[in-house]
């Protein structure tokens, strides 16, 4: 393996049977184990972080070279907050949010059904969880393609079933944001369902037993222990469907490119149509910072917000 | 209707149904794509669907997706060569520093870790504008290395085999140590193959995260040839324009290799984003 200058070191200083040396040789030994990683997270994660906070504050176009980079302090910011394209984005991203209770409420409803009252459970862990494993650009391309508004399979559908002007989706701006939130939704069951699955089978069976001797109907039995004892796990995916939210782009660059006029738009396609068709790569950095701080402020929340709301 | 005695199966033979209409939602699409790619094209939107092809044309479409003007074969070989190789290396680096971080006692392990974690909470994309930055000057830009090292060091891939590892006793770390055993031995006879259920697990679930991967692709390539299946599925979309049976064939080749890895590893894929709760 890559790492084989590691056995000498390790295995040369305890020979010695001196402490100091015996625990030098753990931190040596540590350290060389952890520092693929270390270096790798360095180079790629934490300087990015550092250089995207300073950009925030240059005014730079990238095809200028480091000459043309001039300092404009909070600039940056000040201009996000008139610039309506970012706000349209910022208020695209709060609609979004939306789809989060939609697939969780779903998908929980599917998990309870498939984990007590179905046969086959193998299939339909499979097949709800086909959109989720699948490509995105294949699954964003196969949609565009059905959402077609004038010969698209769904819009035909709906015309021979009577709706004479169905919408024209993903090319009409007052659908299109709609459009893409029904098919995240279609795509996140998968992965919600396979969580609330293995979330419903920590609940102790001994608990419905005791309700069913007690008489509870369904319901009960729903709302008193099943509801309740999955709240950790319904906050476990609130929270990650709430970041990832904040992280849609895939979807958006294949089939609408944030548009029509910009109804689809988001942070991070506006991140990136400013820093890659725009190249200004400073007023980016700010959007990232921005993007950054929205989803720092949601894992402080959550931090917050675990101790006091989750019933364990 | 109370008690679970009394429960009768018919009750469960209406859910099944019920979930099954419902589970045709979320397969239609898949099968509309499979079927249309093995149409000409002319059939494509013919209303009602045809959900068995009149005319067969399955054979030319494929070979013009495979072979034609954007040579599917090439596409293939890039994302299979990316995606191995990053799954390989990943796996190396995060059982190496997750064995780090749990079997080895050393000054600053805690520290370092946390901030290891930290990291996972940043977008990626909030640091694509510097990283894009970092490859233009060293080299990496436009190369298969390049989007192999970005998916090489997952935060997440450590966090995860660290709680496998923390799972196996210390005294099997002590008594290798008494028998003379280093730290890279230790790690390589003892602990790794304890954990190579996880270790499979992550290698699966990492080689379909980048075999789906569109977002780097797109930011760190430029050169055609170099594209792998999700951009060139893409860009073949937005060049063939109306070819849709081409298109979906296209489609149905993307999906196929993660089918197959997910049917193969299905116990492991579902178990393991269950156990971890973790997403791309």
């Given at each position: 393996m890559e790492n084989s200058a590691v056995t000498p070191k390790t295995d040369a200083k305890?020979?010695?049977?001196?402490w100091m040396n015996l625990k030098n040789s753990e931190t040596l030994a540590g350290l060389l184990f952890v520092s693929p990683m270390l270096i790798g997270v360095t180079v790629l994660v934490l300087l990015p972080i550092l250089a995207i906070f300073a950009l925030s504050f240059a005014d730079w176009n990238f095809v200028q070279g480091w000459d043309g980079l001039k300092w404009i302090g909070f600039d940056n910011f000040g201009k996000l907050l008139d610039d309506h394209a970012f706000i349209r984005s910022v208020r695209n991203n709060m609609i979004f949010l939306l789809a989060v209770p939609v697939y969780m409420l779903v998908s929980m409803v599917l998990a309870i059904l498939i984990d007590r009252y179905v046969y086959w459970k193998g299939f339909f862990k499979v097949a709800y969880f086909m959109p989720y494993i699948s490509s995105i650009v294949a699954v964003a391309i196969v949609w565009q393609v059905l959402f077609q508004p004038s010969y698209g399979p769904i819009n035909e559908m709906l015309k021979a079933i009577g709706i004479a002007n169905p919408p024209k989706w993903i090319a009409d701006p007052k659908f299109a944001l709609y459009s893409i939130m029904m098919i995240t939704v279609w795509v996140s069951i998968g992965f919600n369902l396979i969580i609330y699955i293995a979330g419903l089978q920590s609940i102790p069976r001994d608990l419905y037993e005791a309700a069913d001797i007690d008489g509870a109907n369904a319901w009960v039995k729903f709302a008193r222990i099943t509801f309740p004892l999955l709240s950790p796990t319904s906050f476990f995916l609130l929270v990650t469907g709430i970041i990832s939210s904040f992280k849609v782009f895939d979807i958006i660059a294949v089939m609408t490119q944030g548009g029509p006029i910009g109804s689809t738009s988001m942070m991070v396609w506006y991140l990136y149509e400013q820093a890659f068709?725009?190249?200004?790569i400073g007023y980016a950095s700010s959007v990232s910072v921005v993007l950054f701080a929205f989803v720092m402020i949601i894992t402080a929340g959550q931090w917050i917000a675990q101790k006091k709301w989750v019933n364990y | 209707m109370r008690g679970i005695a009394m429960k009768p199966d018919w009750r469960k033979v209406a859910v099944t149904a019920l979930l099954f209409v419902v589970s045709i939602l979320f397969l239609l699409p898949f099968i509309w794509m499979l079927v249309t790619s093995f149409k000409i094209e002319k059939d494509v939107?013919?209303?009602?669907?045809?959900?068995?092809?009149?005319?067969?044309n399955a054979i030319a479409n494929y070979k013009e997706v495979w072979f034609?003007?954007?040579?599917f074969y090439v596409y293939y070989l890039n994302s299979i060569k990316v995606a191995v190789i990053t799954t390989l290396i990943s796996c190396t680096t995060a059982s190496l520093a997750a064995y780090g971080f749990s079997k080895v006692r050393f000054k600053g392990s805690k520290a370092l870790f946390v901030i290891v974690l930290a990291t996972?909470?940043?977008?990626?994309q909030a640091i694509l504008v510097p990283q894009f930055i970092l490859y233009r000057n060293i080299g990496l830009f436009d190369s298969h290395l390049g989007l192999i090292i970005i998916g090489s060091f997952s935060v997440l891939g450590t966090f995860m085999l660290r709680q496998f590892f923390m799972g196996i006793h210390q005294e099997y770390i002590e008594s290798a140590k008494v028998d003379g055993a280093g730290h890279l031995r230790t790690f390589w006879s003892i602990a790794m193959p304890l954990v190579k259920p996880a270790v499979a697990t992550y290698a699966i679930l990492r080689f379909i995260w980048t075999w789906n991967d569109y977002q780097n692709p797109l930011i760190f390539l430029r050169t055609?040839?170099?594209?792998?299946i999700p951009l060139a599925m893409q860009k073949f979309t937005s060049m063939s324009g109306e070819f849709y049976s081409l298109i979906m064939a296209g489609a149905v080749s993307a999906i196929i290799p993660l089918l197959i890895v997910f049917i193969v590893g299905q116990k492991n894929v579902i178990e393991g984003i269950a156990l971890g709760g973790v997403k791309g």
């Open positions: 305890p020979a010695r049977g001196n068709n725009n190249l200004k | 939107f013919v209303y009602p669907i045809q959900w068995i092809p009149k005319q067969w034609g003007d954007y040579p996972y909470m940043v977008p990626n055609d040839k170099l594209y792998t």
